[in-house]
């Protein structure tokens, strides 16, 4: 087999070594899920995304997307990322195209600073219990915010919400061992504080569950976080509405990102979230496990 090429670009910033670098390898047709998952494990980065010729009618091309622990049907920055070097490199047009994915068919939209991506079909799962998510990241109960009661949202893969104080979001410590127990068969837990006019979010997200400690942007959190907010009431229930999610600055990699979600009769019905991306690497895998 010949070497693989890869970029490794920065995404959700418009700036480089900011926002949440991803892997991108190209050509990846004849890679078994073993190798790619052993290929995600070396770049050991949140997500690499391997990029495929489509297989379903309507779609411009194909994503796998694995974390250093998993496969994942659908997540934000790879989405982003990858739409944008394949339109760079001529792969796929600038403007609204089609990401084929575990979470189905997507549009996208590509731009020279980056990508808007659709999310998958919004859900609302459980509610949670607020105690425990918060000592699962060294809070009490105090530091939960009771404009929302915490549960699980998706928009193509589902996370657990933990509504903070904003002061809170500063000084959280996640324990892993917890964190596992409280988002068994989720990617992970996002806490976040909201603005009082719903037009800004600070977020955090952990997943020691698919190998990620915490991430410096999560887009699919972003759009499930949309899910969730239209759910609890905290953003309109018709019509569309907009906030932008601030992560990945107490960790060095500060990180924006755009949501809008689509409601009516008080349920999501479409996510979007955009971000920036910029190229800092590229190479070749010389040899594969």
Not at 2 to 9: I, M, S, Y
Not at 181 to 208: C, E, I, K
Not at 249 to 257: C, K, M, N
């Amino acid at each position: 087999m010949p070497n693989l090429r890869f970029d490794v670009v920065d995404v959700f910033t418009d700036r480089p070594y900011a926002g949440n670098p991803l892997a991108v390898v190209h050509g990846a047709d004849a890679l078994t899920a073993v190798q790619m998952q052993a290929v995600a494990a070396e770049f050991a980065l949140s997500e690499t995304a391997f990029t495929l010729p489509p297989t379903r009618a309507g779609a411009d091309y194909r994503l796998r997307i694995f974390t250093p622990g998993r496969e994942l049907p659908f997540a934000g920055h790879p989405s982003v990322g990858a739409a944008w070097v394949l339109a760079r490199d001529g792969v796929i047009r600038r403007g609204d195209v089609v990401q084929e994915c575990g979470a189905g068919l997507l549009p996208v939209h590509v731009d020279a600073d980056g990508a808007q991506v659709t999310g998958g079909a919004p859900e609302i799962g459980d509610d949670l219990d607020a105690a425990l998510l918060a000592f699962s990241v060294g809070l009490t109960l105090d530091d939960v915010d009771g404009a929302a009661a915490p549960g699980v949202a998706a928009a193509g893969v589902p996370y657990a919400f933990l509504p903070v104080h904003d002061d809170a979001v500063a000084r959280l410590e996640p324990d892993p061992q917890a964190l596992r127990a409280q988002t068994d068969g989720l990617v992970g837990l996002a806490v976040y504080s909201l603005s009082a006019d719903a037009s800004a979010v600070r977020l955090r997200m952990f997943a020691p569950e698919v190998g990620v400690a915490e991430d410096p942007a999560t887009g699919s959190a972003a759009v499930a976080l949309a899910v969730h907010l239209v759910d609890r009431g905290l953003l309109e229930p018709a019509g569309t509405s907009a906030f932008t999610v601030s992560q990945g600055a107490e960790i060095g990699r500060p990180s924006t990102l755009h949501v809008t979600v689509e409601a009516a009769g008080g349920r999501a019905v479409r996510t979007t979230v955009r971000g920036g991306v910029v190229a800092v690497s590229r190479g070749e895998l010389v040899s594969l496990p």
